[in-house]
């Protein structure tokens, strides 16, 4: 099964910074090699609904990010690794949440790989 494993969470002080690693990894049932249309973050907050943080297209590169996040956080990639990265920088409060990596595969509508998340803690 495809799996996507996140890690790189942790505890720091607001003003700090931190890098979430998430790799991809295995296969689907068919059998067949994952192909990825994009990979992004997403977090949820104690009390709020999962959101959108970043993401990033697989082939091109184009990057897109929340406007609450913009400016402070970049993810990239690399293709050989399958592996995204989520670097955040000027963290917040507000940033606390459980982070979790998503893909979206070849013939997909949506997100449809989920890791299982890790958390950022931000203390003022």
């Known amino acids: 099964q495809v799996r996507l494993a996140e890690s790189g969470g942790g505890l720091v002080q607001a003003g700090g910074s931190l890098r979430l690693s998430c790799a991809l990894s295995?296969?689907?049932?068919?059998?067949?090699?994952?192909?990825?249309?994009?990979m992004g973050w997403f977090r949820q907050a104690p009390g709020k609904e999962r959101e959108f943080v970043a993401s990033?297209?697989?082939?091109?590169?184009?990057?897109y990010y929340s406007d609450s996040v913009r400016g402070r956080f970049a993810v990239s990639r690399e293709l050989r690794a399958n592996t995204i990265y989520l670097q955040m920088n000027g963290l917040e409060p507000e940033d606390t949440a459980v982070y979790y990596c998503a893909a979206q595969s070849v013939g997909a509508k949506s997100y449809n790989h989920w890791g299982q998340g890790t958390q950022v803690t931000v203390s003022s």
């Open positions: 295995g296969r689907p049932a068919s059998g067949r090699p994952v192909s990825t249309v994009a």
């Open positions: 990033i297209r697989w082939s091109g590169g184009t990057t």
